[in-house]
């Protein structure tokens, strides 16, 4: 009975570590068209191509986990996170890129269209202006670049949100990209009101972060 007792206790042990292993890793992300969105079938275009590399290099299972993003960026500030689409801070010396596809995607700033054409050498040529963007927990980089051109911020929860102000003439940008608009619910007359900028706030690709001492488990060994 002993030995029968002791079996199964080793078994249950054996069971649980496995399932420890197991468990599934979230991956942090924001409300983000058409790249990150819980309203979508496969969680955005990002998803898919996270899903897709996971098979053959993760050694567990994903799931998304949509926050706000002040509330995602201070839980990837606290260091309480392992995957996410949304961007650490630059100075996060933990934090490592993953590109996921060798698009690139240009980051700029949405206005009501207008005859001349939209673009900028400074960011101090649009002093003065009002840009909606998504919401923090704290100022960085970034926002202190565009506070110190002069410009004045706005914060909201999505992409879309944002865009709505400046239809609504509340603001006279919205930060985004140029994938965007598209993958709104505006009308295509609303959507033909908006004009993306040519000159590019930064570019970048299609890809994951993760924290790099989560690396051992999260990668398949080489």
């Avoid at 898919?48 to 053959?56: C, D, N, P, V």
């Avoid at 995607?105 to 050498?121: A, D, P, T």
């Avoid at 959507?191 to 570019?203: H, M, P, V």
């Amino acid at each position: 009975m002993k030995s029968i007792l002791t079996l199964f206790i080793s078994l249950l042990c054996l069971s649980n570590s496995y399932a420890n292993e197991r468990l599934n890793i979230d991956v942090i992300a924001v409300n983000y068209p058409p790249y990150t969105s819980p309203d979508a079938a496969d969680y955005g275009s990002s998803f898919s191509f996270l899903t897709k590399y996971a098979k053959s290099h993760f050694r567990v299972p994903i799931t998304p986990l949509f926050l706000p993003p002040a509330r995602a960026n201070k839980v990837i500030k606290d260091g309480q996170w392992c995957l996410s689409f949304y961007p650490p801070s630059n100075d996060n010396k933990l934090s490592r890129f993953v590109p996921l596809s060798d698009d690139i995607v240009s980051i700029g700033f949405y206005r009501l269209k207008e005859q001349n054409r939209f673009h900028w050498s400074k960011l101090e040529e649009l002093s003065g202006k009002v840009v909606a963007l998504l919401r923090a927990n704290a100022i960085g980089k970034m926002h202190q670049r565009f506070i110190d051109a002069g410009m004045q911020l706005v914060y909201v929860e999505s992409i879309e949100q944002g865009l709505e102000l400046v239809l609504r003439k509340r603001v006279d940008y919205a930060f985004g990209d140029n994938l965007s608009l598209p993958e709104t619910h505006f009308s295509d007359d609303e959507k033909r009101k908006l004009q993306f900028s040519e000159s590019a706030f930064y570019t970048t690709k299609v890809g994951f972060f993760y924290n790099s001492e989560c690396e051992d488990k999260l990668f398949v060994p080489r």
